[in-house]
């Protein structure tokens, strides 16, 4: 392409992008995050037309990281069924309902995806059973505990393109690692974050500390986190009873009356309730008078609240659903064992494994060899995790077949 006509594209993409962010000001509400406000720890110019969280959606969605999520537990492992929800669908649906809320309250959709696709991205394979094993050797090894919010910031910050990160804005990285969906809670108002600095002292406190709350900055980040939930609340009631864990008349009579008693009229409801709860200004207006916040009504967040607590006893924690998991543990710790002496001694059998071998930045080989371990583990989908363990002699648990 000539020069003269790079030049010209390069100034209609600029023009482009003045505009959308012009425009921003005029159609999002005085306290959504706009893409002009984006704090990157090392400052770039974008090129092109894309604005700061529209390029942090795109990095994401284009990350190893997230390739691997399509082989990931969400809930249900080792079932061979198309139509059980992975850690892929998850993010989507997340991604989907959160966008819905901050449409109708004028909040900043682009950051809403970034945050949304990336959210999970540290889960390990198995789900929430396999972050607890990971977190019981990561102890053992003088790590701090495994959490796999904080593994999604490390991951796409220190992990991926061989060590240099995907450089993602300060607002993306704290709705990642502020979107706990399983702390419950009615109402949440953002936090005033000023920079990287304060987001890398929560980050160490939280890892120092999982029970340390934290908050995100952003009105963007408070929906994620309750759309998180919403994503997943009735889903999981709809594997289950694909399943035959449990049957749709199981569920509790006060739920059914409030929320709904399919995944559709669930996330329907709680969306409704959000929007009509939740307080932002309309655009054009001002933020002298009034505190925005994100918000249930009382009486569908106690309903969502005794909803969790009957996923939990009937769905999450069941013997069903538990059972493959003492094996699961076992090969967690045989891998982990193994890897480490793969590092710190070498080994007789070749693996065709890459602990990360061949970063550019210090925390990639120099580091110590178990955060290697750690790291290369989380990054695992279920098939791999499987076919390493075998390899290595480990017995594995069979897969189960569901027709419906």
């Known amino acids: 392409m000539p020069e003269t006509t790079k030049a010209k594209h390069s100034e209609r993409e600029f023009e482009i992008a003045t505009a959308l962010c012009a425009e921003e000001l005029q159609r999002l509400s005085p306290a959504a995050a706009k893409s002009t406000e984006a704090i990157r720890r090392r400052p770039e110019v974008l090129i ?14 284009h990350s190893r990281a997230y390739a691997r999520y399509i082989d990931k537990t969400q809930v249900f492992c080792l079932i061979r069924n198309d139509h059980i929800t992975h850690r892929v669908l998850h993010v989507q649906l997340v991604s989907r309902i959160a966008r819905t809320i901050g449409r109708f309250l004028h909040l900043n959709e682009d950051l809403i995806e970034a945050i949304s696709l990336g959210h999970d991205i540290g889960h390990p394979p198995f789900g929430h059973a396999g972050e607890h094993f990971l977190s019981e050797l990561c102890s053992a090894h003088g790590l701090p505990s495994f959490q796999h919010n904080i593994q999604s910031v490390r991951a796409l910050e ?104 399919t995944n559709g009229s669930i996330v329907y409801t709680l969306v409704t309730d959000l929007i009509r709860n939740s307080r932002v200004p309309e655009p054009g207006g001002n933020m002298d008078d009034k505190t925005a916040y994100i918000s249930f009504s009382d009486e569908v967040s106690s309903a969502l609240q005794e909803l969790k ?79 390493q363990a075998e390899a290595i002699g480990c017995p594995v648990p069979p897969a189960r077949y569901v027709s419906r």
Request: proline share 4%; net charge negative; aromatic share 10%.
């Open 48 to 61: 092109g037309y894309r604005q700061n969280y529209a390029q942090d959606a795109d990095r994401i969605l």
């Open 158 to 261: 220190k992990l991926e393109r061989k060590g240099q990160g995907w450089n993602l804005s300060l607002q993306t990285l704290d709705g990642i690692l502020c979107h706990d969906g399983e702390v419950h809670g009615t109402s949440l108002s953002p936090a005033s974050k000023s920079g990287f600095d304060k987001f890398d002292q929560e980050l160490a406190d939280k890892s120092a500390n999982p029970d340390t709350e934290l908050c995100p900055m952003s009105l963007e980040g408070c929906v994620v986190r309750m759309a998180d939930t919403v994503a997943y609340i009735g889903r999981d009631i709809e594997d289950a009873i694909i399943l035959g864990l449990i049957s749709r008349s199981d569920l509790p009579p006060r739920c059914v009356r409030l929320l709904g008693e």
């Open 309 to 387: 607590t009957f996923n939990y006893e009937k769905i999450y924690l069941t013997e069903q659903t538990q059972k493959h998991m003492p094996m699961v543990a076992h090969c967690y710790r045989e891998l982990f064992g193994y890897y480490l002496n793969h590092l710190t001694h070498g080994t007789g059998r070749n693996l065709e494994v890459d602990l990360f071998n061949g970063f550019e930045q210090d925390d990639g080989p120099a580091q110590a060899a178990p955060a290697r371990v750690r790291d290369f583990i989380a990054g695992m989908t279920d098939d791999y995790f499987i076919r």
